[in-house]
């Protein structure tokens, strides 16, 4: 079993910046291949970024590319979002989430494990 306990969310203005992070706990954090998804009031819940347990593999939605970077610090067992430029689209509650299967970061059906999510708002 993990937990997965996110913060770091709040209200910003369009452009602004936020970082996300994401505490884990229980078994060896290290082994996991670590995602975030969002999930607007309405939609379906997307991916946003992951990163493979070694930290050399990255991947991101199209829709944040260069502008959000996602890492992690095992010996924390921390994942971090770091979200510039900001847009009211990014508005969402975000979510972290952790699996040990090969195969798909993107699914959200992918990930065994969640946390309770933080939520984001960006301002116009």
């Known amino acids: 079993q993990v937990q997965l306990v996110e913060s770091g969310g709040g209200l910003v203005q369009a452009g602004g910046s936020l970082r996300l992070s994401c505490a884990a706990s229980?078994?060896?954090?290290?082994?996991?291949?670590m995602g975030w998804f969002r999930q607007a009031p309405g939609k379906e819940r997307e991916f946003v970024a992951a990163?493979?347990?070694?930290?050399?593999?990255?991947y991101y939605a199209d829709s944040v590319k260069e502008r959000f970077t996602i890492s992690r610090d095992n010996a924390k067992n921390t994942v971090y979002l770091q979200m510039n430029s900001l847009k009211p689209e990014d508005t969402a509650g975000y979510y972290c989430?952790?699996?040990?299967?090969?195969?798909?970061?993107?699914?959200?059906?992918?990930?065994?494990?969640w946390g309770q999510g933080t939520q984001v708002t960006v301002s116009s």
């Open positions: 990163l493979r347990w070694s930290g050399s593999s990255t």
């Open positions: 229980g078994r060896i954090f290290s082994t996991y291949t």
């Open positions: 989430a952790a699996k040990t299967t090969i195969g798909t970061v993107s699914a959200p059906g992918a990930f065994g494990y």
